[in-house]
């Protein structure tokens, strides 16, 4: 089992930053990739940013060029560097890895929330 648990979320003005961290414990080897999803209320969880092992990254199109995801493999931790947020960007947004090619596993997520 992977326990995931984040931390740096909060509420920011528009315009601000926030760095969002994700540490993994447990059984950890074979880590395939480590991300950020987010869900606003009334929509789905959508992908936010995600890196794999080989330091590969994916963003969604709404986050690029203002955020950025990070990965110190020694410490087993994922970063998410926010920057210019928006109000649209206010949702919980929740750590994920993938351990190989099918296990996955969830953060307990953590409210980010930009005021206008």
């Known amino acids: 089992q992977v326990q995931l648990v984040e931390s740096g979320g909060g509420l920011v003005q528009a315009g601000g930053s926030l760095r969002l961290s994700c540490a993994a414990s447990g059984s950890i080897f074979n880590i395939n990739a480590m991300g950020w999803y987010r869900q606003a209320p009334g929509k789905q969880r959508e992908l936010v940013a995600i890196?794999?092992?080989?330091?590969?990254?994916n963003y969604a199109d709404s986050v690029k060029g203002r955020f950025t995801i990070s990965r110190n493999n020694a410490k087993n931790t994922a970063y998410l560097q926010m920057n210019s947020l928006k109000p649209e960007d206010t949702a919980v947004y929740y750590c994920y890895l993938r351990q190989g090619i099918t296990r996955q596993y969830w953060g307990q997520g953590t409210q980010v929330t930009v005021s206008s």
């Open positions: 890196v794999t092992s080989d330091g590969s990254t």
